[in-house]
């Protein structure tokens, strides 16, 4: 079964505390790894699709990086308003662009 | 450039009632993609159309149904609403042949 498990399941960290968000997927071809940012009540926002093991990809104080079997969200010198939840998903070779997500990793940033 | 648009934000129902949410894609998009996000969770797919056509659907019960319309935009119908079925729905749009999906800001859905 196609499956995206995200750790840890909550982050709590100091203003300029830089950290990790992980995401592994057991998937039956990955057509893409994508990383969105999901603000109390309101609907996914897209960050990144990463497509093959080795590619990087950032954004300001955001850095997505994809492995075979890994995806990692990295948060360098985090502020407050950089708190949220951080959503992984995968999409599939095979089949429509049905999303496959992770449970999410509430991130809090306390200055 | 608008984005994905939905309607209603907020809804309040009662248990088997039924409900019709809806969907307008952003701007050039012609597949639309409809999810169920529970509290705390992360968001599962329901079904998705193009070309007005229903072309994969999640494991959700046919209660839950859908149409697109030639504009591209859609909808969402669940019929005899349970409490369970209380959740954020989101459409997400994108292009055949794309494969981002965006995201509008959803339709809370709350049953009694």
């Known amino acids: 079964e196609d499956q995206v498990t995200q750790s840890p399941e909550a982050l709590r960290l100091q203003e300029g505390e830089s950290s990790s968000l992980n995401c592994s997927y057991t998937?039956?071809?990955?057509?893409?790894l994508f990383w969105y940012r999901q603000d109390p009540g309101k609907g996914p926002e897209f960050l990144f699709t990463?497509?093959?093991a080795g590619e990087e990809k950032e954004k300001e104080r955001l850095k997505a990086t994809l492995t075979k079997k890994e995806s990692f969200l990295h948060i360098t010198a985090p502020k407050p308003e950089d708190s949220a939840t951080y959503l992984c998903a995968a999409t599939l070779i095979q089949g429509a662009q049905k999303l496959v997500f992770g449970q999410g990793t509430r991130l809090t940033i306390n200055p | 450039d608008a984005g994905v648009t939905q309607s209603p934000t907020h809804l309040i129902k009662t248990r088997g009632q039924q409900v019709t949410l809806r969907c307008s894609p952003k701007s050039g998009h012609d597949t639309v993609s409809w999810y169920q996000q529970a509290l705390g969770q992360g968001p599962q797919f329901i079904f998705q159309y193009y070309e007005e056509e229903e072309r994969q659907r999640g494991n959700f019960p046919d209660r839950f149904s859908g149409h697109q319309f030639p504009n591209y935009s859609s909808e969402l119908n669940v019929n005899a609403l349970l409490l369970g079925d209380s959740a954020l729905y989101l459409c997400a749009s994108s292009y055949q042949g794309g494969v981002t999906q965006y995201f509008g800001p959803g339709t809370r859905l709350l049953v009694l």
């Open positions: 998937v039956s071809g990955l057509r893409g």
């Open positions: 990463l497509y093959s």
